[in-house]
């Protein structure tokens, strides 16, 4: 399984919306995929993070975790490496308007 489809997998069990994978290497060398989801509140972005990064570590990737953003953030990024997710708090996500720096990007959509 490749990471992305670990990411999204782990993603749609803990309940993600709005998932979106923007196939983003057209646009730069150093990431392929860019995963946005949307969260109901806190406790689920950051069930969602953790799970990410157990599933990550459980497929047996061995790929450097970083995750800018604590347990009080309505914003969280978990970058591993060639896939970066960025989890956001129901209207976070609008606030940011993150989805209009990759709309020319191809893109699939998931939900639960």
Same mark, same amino acid.
């Given at each position: 399984?490749?990471?992305?489809?670990?990411?999204?997998? +782990? &993603?749609?069990?803990? =309940?993600? @919306?709005?998932?979106?994978?923007?196939?983003?290497? @057209?646009?730069?060398?150093?990431?392929?995929?860019? &995963?946005? +989801? @949307?969260?109901?509140?806190?406790?689920?972005?950051? +069930?969602? +993070?953790?799970?990410? =990064?157990? =599933?990550?570590?459980?497929?047996?990737?061995?790929?450097?975790?970083?995750?800018?953003?604590?347990?009080?953030?309505?914003?969280?990024?978990?970058?591993?490496?060639? /896939? /970066?997710?960025?989890?956001?708090?129901?209207?976070?996500?609008?606030?940011?308007?993150?989805?209009?720096?990759?709309?020319?990007?191809?893109?699939?959509?998931?939900? /639960?």
């Amino acid at each position: 399984m490749e990471l992305k489809e670990v990411v999204i997998q +782990a &993603i749609l069990e803990r =309940k993600g @919306t709005h998932v979106v994978d923007y196939d983003c290497r @057209t646009l730069t060398p150093f990431v392929d995929d860019m &995963i946005v +989801a @949307t969260t109901m509140n806190l406790r689920q972005n950051n +069930a969602i +993070a953790r799970n990410i =990064k157990d =599933k990550v570590r459980e497929a047996g990737f061995q790929i450097d975790i970083r995750q800018e953003g604590e347990s009080d953030s309505k914003w969280i990024l978990i970058d591993l490496q060639e /896939v /970066v997710v960025h989890l956001f708090v129901q209207d976070e996500r609008q606030v940011y308007k993150i989805d209009r720096l990759y709309e020319d990007c191809p893109k699939v959509e998931y939900d /639960v």
